[in-house]
Nanobody, 119 residues
Framework: QVHLVESGGGLVQAGGSLRLACVGS????????MGWFRQAPGQQRELVAA????????YADSPIKARFVISRDDDQRTVYLQMNGPKPEDTAIYYC????????????WGQGTQVTVSS
């Protein structure tokens, strides 16, 4: 059974830094694309960033890419999201997700971790 467990959320001041982590189990981690999504109140869930075992990464847009770094450690079955210089608009529940390489749908989700950025 697939499990994704996020950690590292909390309250952070704007301009600070925060690192989220997600540990996966129950699947061949290195064969999966790992992603971070977020959902702000009243908003749809959106992709923040994704990472492949090959080293390829994908970011939602340039402003995100300029401030956040997604990385993974396949030996530790962990994917990270380093948030540098977060802004109040980054406040959201952040979710870890996984999908097999080549699949279209993100079929596995963590429970989410709340990130609140104060101004």
């Amino acid at each position: 059974q697939v499990h994704l467990v996020e950690s590292g959320g909390g309250l952070v001041q704007a301009g600070g830094s925060l690192r989220l982590a997600c540990v996966g189990s129950g699947f061949t981690f290195s064969s999966y694309v790992m992603g971070w999504f977020r959902q702000a109140p009243g908003q749809q869930r959106e992709l923040v960033a994704a990472t492949w075992s090959s080293g390829k990464t994908l970011y939602a847009d340039s402003p995100i890419k300029a401030r956040f770094v997604i990385s993974r450690d396949d030996d530790q079955r962990t994917v990270y999201l380093q948030m540098n210089g977060p802004k109040p608009e980054d406040t959201a529940i952040y979710y870890c997700a996984s999908r097999p390489q080549g699949a279209l749908n993100w079929g596995n989700w963590g429970q989410g971790t709340q990130v609140t950025v104060s101004s």
